[in-house]
């Protein structure tokens, strides 16, 4: 299976703020397709988690231009400025190139 | 609106089985992959499984932990995905999500235990 392995575990932030979100797999992500199938996901309080970020770098619909999603092949980065109230939770990054579909252990973030 | 409402989840025995379903409106269901995924409470989600859609014959796969006891499928005239968990063990307990790829069902609880 493909590891994920996000870094830090938790993150303290000033509203504001910003900050970044580590992700690395174990193995390349890249498809035999060409695509990357790295995405970011936010899980607020009691919540589902919702889509942020898909094939590395795409935001989802109606999430704001504060979230921007790099990387390539292992490593890969959730970046987010001007932190706001609604951004806290725990951010999980998932790869869905190779079966099984594996994510990452979460960060979560909090306000300092 | 995309909506994905997950049912039957509930308290069951070690050994007992279990069907959800997810109930998915406001898009073209034979279009999407449908996964499952589970969530133990405090962890990171785990993916299940998966069943391809239309275009890939509804295939499906799965992750090896769950393999050979539970099975994904789906009713694409009443656009639900189902999933039926057999020889259920404590482990297992966990909030489930149906998903299409971009959105997540609000989840249902499933409490293994005797």
Known sequence: DVVMTQTPVSLSVSLGGQVSISCRSSQSLVHNNGNTYLSWYLQKPGQSPQLLIYKVSNRFSGISDRFSGSGSGTDFTLKISRVEPDDLGVYYCGQGTQYPWTFGGGTKLELK | ?114
Do not use: H
């Open chain 2, 1 to 114: 609106e995309v909506k994905l409402l997950e049912s039957g989840g509930g308290l069951v025995q070690p050994g007992g089985s279990l069907r959800l379903s997810c109930a998915a409106s406001g898009f073209t269901f034979t279009d999407f992959y449908m996964s499952w995924i589970r969530q133990p409470p405090g962890k990171a989600p785990e993916w299940l499984g998966v069943i391809r859609n239309k275009a890939n014959g509804y295939t499906t796969e799965y992750n090896p932990s769950v393999k050979g006891r539970f099975t994904i499928s789906r009713d694409n005239t009443q656009n639900i995905l189902y999933l039926q968990m057999n020889t259920l063990r404590a482990e297992d307990t966990a909030i489930y999500y149906c998903y299409n790829n971009y959105y997540w069902g609000q989840g249902v609880m499933v409490t293994v235990s005797s």
